[in-house]
């Protein structure tokens, strides 16, 4: 089994920037790659970001130049840095790792943007 963890969401100003984290803990030997998804109210959740373990990224074309995905391997830790943000880009934000035999998801941290 593997725990994500999510935090660094909040209230911030359309222009502005955020720094999400997921934190993993438990079998993370078993993931192979790790990416944000964001869920606005009514939608589907979409993906934002993954990075597989090898380094390589995709992005959804929304956010493309405006967000980056990272990881620290050291701190079992993935990261999305969001800048120049929309009021589009409010939801919530799901962190997920894909493992081997299953996928997992945290529990999700919220981002509003707004003025």
């Known amino acids: 089994q593997v725990q994500l963890v999510e935090s660094g969401g909040g209230l911030v100003q359309p222009g502005g920037s955020l720094r999400l984290s997921c934190v993993a803990s438990?079998?993370?030997?078993?993931?192979?790659?790790m990416g944000w998804y964001r869920q606005a109210p009514g939608k589907q959740r979409d993906l934002v970001a993954t990075r597989t373990n090898s380094g390589s990224t995709t992005y959804a074309d929304s956010v493309k130049d405006r967000f980056t995905i990272s990881r620290d391997n050291a701190k079992n830790t993935v990261y999305l840095q969001m800048t120049s943000l929309k009021p589009e880009d409010t939801a919530v934000y799901y962190c997920?790792?894909?493992?081997?035999?299953?996928?997992?998801w945290g529990q999700g941290t919220q981002v509003t943007v707004s003025s």
């Open positions: 438990g079998s993370i030997f078993s993931i192979y790659s």
């Open positions: 997920r790792a894909f493992g081997t035999t299953m996928t997992y």
